[in-house]
């Protein structure tokens, strides 16, 4: 008989399934159903699972993997679907760390957008100077890994052409944003300039609402739902991931929708 060794706060069983749901869909299901087994998930990911700290890592790199292969399957034109005005989810879900109530007050009159990192005009920029940029309206799909999901119009500016307005280098590999209460997150180059990722100035035809991230939240329908950053203070540049609220609690990184 085979003798199983126990492994400090590990449950393999779970371990497995876990490390099953951190893989991109069609690399899953192979891994699931084949015969997985700790060895097979050590095999993988170069991590001796021998407590609760080393099979953390081995889900980790896991993950770091998957990121790799969205990176490489995104398709930097393919559109996210769109919907007719009728197909819009009323009421629309509210989502944050916090309750709506608790949603950041942003004073519009003396809100400045910052800029900094990889760029050439660092110059911040007040809500009327954005409000003047080139606008279009989508009505896309928002995903949360909450499980939920709702279909909402978002009216702004597209990232793209501002990255292009500032003078960004657009070759650098990110661009990260800060919120007014603290929340994060990074994106991938190629999806900031994705034609509908977009600088977000209004919701359902009104300028947004405090509780869908006024006065600037950036909608990237090819994302999850926390990869939208509401409340947007600051854009940055940069070749350093810097991570993001749920990024750094283990949320897939790149998290596409
Ligand atoms: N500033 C900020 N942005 C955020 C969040 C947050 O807590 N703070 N939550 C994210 C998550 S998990 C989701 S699902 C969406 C919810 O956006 P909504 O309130 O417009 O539905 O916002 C994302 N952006
Ligand atoms: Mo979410």
Redesign the pocket.
């Known amino acids: 008989m085979r003798t199983r060794k126990t492994i400090p706060g590990v449950d393999p069983k779970l371990l497995i399934k876990d490390a099953g749901k951190l893989l991109p869909v069609p690399a899953r299901r192979a891994f699931l159903r084949g015969a997985t087994s700790l060895g097979a998930l050590t095999f993988l990911t170069g991590c001796d699972i021998v407590d609760s700290d080393s099979a953390e890592r081995a889900l980790l790199a896991i993950s770091k993997f998957n990121d790799r292969v969205q990176a490489l399957m995104f398709q930097p034109h393919k559109l996210a679907p769109t919907y007719p005005e009728s197909a819009i989810t009323k009421p629309?879900?509210?989502?944050?760390?916090?309750s709506e109530d608790e949603a950041?007050e942003v004073d519009g009159e003396t809100y400045k957008l910052q800029i900094d990192g990889l760029v050439e005009n660092k110059q911040p920029w007040t809500l009327e100077e954005l409000y003047k940029l080139p606008q279009e309206k989508q009505i896309t799909r928002?995903i949360?890994?909450?499980g939920?999901s709702?279909i909402?119009s978002w009216t702004g500016a597209r990232l793209s052409d501002f990255l292009q307005r500032i003078g960004a280098d657009l070759t650098a590999k990110y661009v990260y944003f800060i919120?007014?209460?603290?929340?994060?997150?990074t994106i991938d180059m190629p999806t900031a300039l994705h034609p509908q990722t977009q600088m977000t100035f209004r919701?359902a035809d009104d300028i947004l609402p405090r509780?869908?991230?006024y006065p600037m939240?950036i909608r990237i329908p090819t994302k999850?739902?926390?990869?939208?950053?509401?409340?947007?203070v600051a854009l940055v540049v940069t070749n350093e991931d810097r991570g993001g609220?749920?990024e750094d609690r283990g949320y897939n990184w790149f998290s596409g929708s």
């Open positions: 629309f879900p509210f989502n944050a760390y916090y950041p928002h949360c890994v909450e939920w709702a909402g919120c007014a209460e603290g929340y994060s997150n919701f509780k869908y991230g939240k999850l739902g926390f990869k939208n950053p509401k409340h947007v609220y749920w």
